[in-house]
C-alpha cells in the first residue's frame, strides 16, 4: 500500500505544510504526521477526504505508488486522467523515461511504422524503439515522432520527421490543425483535421497536397492522435514558384511603366 508515501509526495508538490493540509482537511496535525510516516491507518472517511483533497482517487492513493509516474504521467493525473476515474475511457500510453525519470521522445521511423500499429500499446516494444531529446518542449507534455511517406503533405517532403504531443482527450482536437492519427487500417497518418466528434463521431482528414481529397474517420478507427509541434527533413523546400512568378510579372511591369514614362518625358 502506497497510501503514506503518496499524499506526503502530493503534499509537497503543491508545496503545503502538514499544518496546512490538517486545517484544510479539519484534523490534527499528529493525525496526519502519523498518515504519512505510515504509523495511523485511515479510516474510509480520512481516505475520501484526501482523495477530494487531492482530485485523485482512492484506489490510485492506495494502490499506485506516485513516486514511479514520469513528469508528464503526472501532470495527466494532477488534471483529471486518473484511471480509477475514468476506467476505461482513459487512453493508457506506453511510454519511456531517462535515468532521471524524465520522458523520452520516441522515434518511430517507416520501417517502424507497420510494428508501431500493432505494438504501439505494449510497453516491451515502445521500450525497444530509439529515443532522443528536444530541450526546446516541454517537460510536462508527452511527444513522440514520427517518419511520414508520400507528397499528400507537400510542402512538408516525404521522408520529413514530424514530432507530436500526446492528446489525451479528443474533444479538445482543435480545428484546421494538423496532427498524427494512428488508424485501425490506414496506420500512422499525418493530416490537417476537422473535428466532428460531438456531431457525427468522426474527423474529417484533409492534406496540404489539393491532389488529395479529404475523407472521414470515424473515432471507432483511431488508436491515438498526437498534435503537430515542429518537423525536421534534411531537404532543402521547394522554391515557391508562384511567389517568384508574381515578383517577376511585378518587375516586368515596373520596366515597362518606366519607359512609358520615359517617352512621355521626351
Same mark, same amino acid.
Given at each position: 500500500? +502506497?497510501?503514506?508515501?503518496?499524499?506526503?509526495?502530493?503534499?509537497?508538490?503543491?508545496?503545503? &505544510?502538514?499544518?496546512?493540509?490538517?486545517?484544510?482537511?479539519?484534523?490534527?496535525?499528529?493525525? !496526519?504526521? %502519523?498518515?504519512?510516516?505510515?504509523? %495511523?491507518?485511515?479510516?474510509? %472517511?480520512?481516505?475520501? /477526504?484526501?482523495?477530494?483533497?487531492?482530485?485523485?482517487?482512492?484506489?490510485?492513493?492506495?494502490?499506485?505508488? !506516485?513516486? &514511479?509516474?514520469?513528469?508528464?504521467?503526472?501532470?495527466?493525473?494532477?488534471? %483529471?486522467?486518473?484511471?480509477?476515474?475514468?476506467?476505461?475511457?482513459?487512453?493508457?500510453?506506453? &511510454?519511456?523515461?531517462?535515468?532521471?525519470?524524465?520522458?523520452?521522445?520516441?522515434?518511430?521511423?517507416?520501417?517502424?511504422?507497420?510494428?508501431?500499429?500493432?505494438?504501439?500499446?505494449?510497453?516491451?516494444?515502445?521500450?525497444?524503439?530509439?529515443?532522443?531529446?528536444?530541450?526546446?518542449?516541454?517537460?510536462?507534455?508527452?511527444?513522440?515522432?514520427? /517518419?511520414? #511517406?508520400?507528397? #499528400?503533405? !507537400?510542402?512538408?517532403?516525404?521522408?520529413? +520527421?514530424?514530432?507530436?504531443?500526446?492528446?489525451?482527450?479528443?474533444?479538445?482536437?482543435?480545428?484546421?490543425?494538423?496532427?498524427?492519427? !494512428?488508424?485501425?487500417?490506414?496506420?500512422?497518418?499525418?493530416?490537417?483535421?476537422?473535428?466532428?466528434?460531438? &456531431?457525427?463521431?468522426?474527423?474529417?482528414?484533409? #492534406?496540404?497536397?489539393?491532389? +488529395?481529397?479529404?475523407?472521414?474517420?470515424?473515432?471507432?478507427?483511431?488508436?491515438?492522435?498526437?498534435?503537430?509541434?515542429?518537423?525536421?527533413? #534534411?531537404?532543402?523546400?521547394?522554391?515557391?514558384?508562384?511567389?517568384?512568378?508574381?515578383?517577376?510579372?511585378?518587375?516586368?511591369?515596373?520596366?515597362?511603366?518606366?519607359?512609358?514614362?520615359?517617352?512621355?518625358?521626351?
Amino acid at each position: 500500500m +502506497y497510501f503514506n508515501s503518496n499524499i506526503k509526495l502530493l503534499r509537497k508538490r503543491r508545496s503545503r &505544510t502538514q499544518d496546512e493540509v490538517a486545517f484544510t482537511l479539519n484534523m490534527k496535525r499528529p493525525t !496526519l504526521s %502519523g498518515y504519512e510516516n505510515g504509523v %495511523g491507518t485511515p479510516n474510509l %472517511g480520512a481516505l475520501m /477526504q484526501f482523495s477530494e483533497y487531492f482530485g485523485i482517487a482512492i484506489d490510485t492513493l492506495v494502490k499506485v505508488n !506516485l513516486s &514511479t509516474l514520469s513528469e508528464s504521467q503526472f501532470h495527466q493525473l494532477e488534471n %483529471g486522467y486518473d484511471v480509477f476515474i475514468k476506467g476505461s475511457k482513459l487512453r493508457v500510453l506506453a &511510454t519511456t523515461v531517462d535515468e532521471n525519470n524524465e520522458e523520452n521522445i520516441e522515434l518511430v521511423n517507416e520501417k517502424a511504422r507497420a510494428g508501431y500499429a500493432v505494438g504501439y500499446a505494449d510497453p516491451e516494444y515502445i521500450r525497444i524503439l530509439p529515443t532522443f531529446k528536444l530541450p526546446f518542449l516541454s517537460k510536462q507534455k508527452k511527444y513522440r515522432t514520427f /517518419q511520414i #511517406s508520400g507528397d #499528400s503533405m !507537400l510542402p512538408i517532403p516525404d521522408g520529413s +520527421y514530424v514530432t507530436g504531443e500526446y492528446i489525451q482527450d479528443w474533444n479538445f482536437i482543435r480545428n484546421h490543425h494538423a496532427y498524427i492519427v !494512428l488508424t485501425h487500417e490506414e496506420g500512422v497518418v499525418f493530416k490537417v483535421v476537422e473535428n466532428n466528434i460531438k &456531431t457525427t463521431g468522426s474527423l474529417k482528414l484533409h #492534406s496540404l497536397n489539393p491532389h +488529395y481529397d479529404p475523407f472521414d474517420l470515424g473515432v471507432n478507427q483511431v488508436k491515438e492522435i498526437w498534435k503537430f509541434v515542429n518537423y525536421i527533413s #534534411s531537404q532543402v523546400p521547394e522554391p515557391n514558384k508562384e511567389k517568384d512568378q508574381m515578383a517577376e510579372e511585378l518587375l516586368l511591369l515596373k520596366k515597362q511603366v518606366q519607359a512609358i514614362q520615359m517617352k512621355l518625358n521626351l
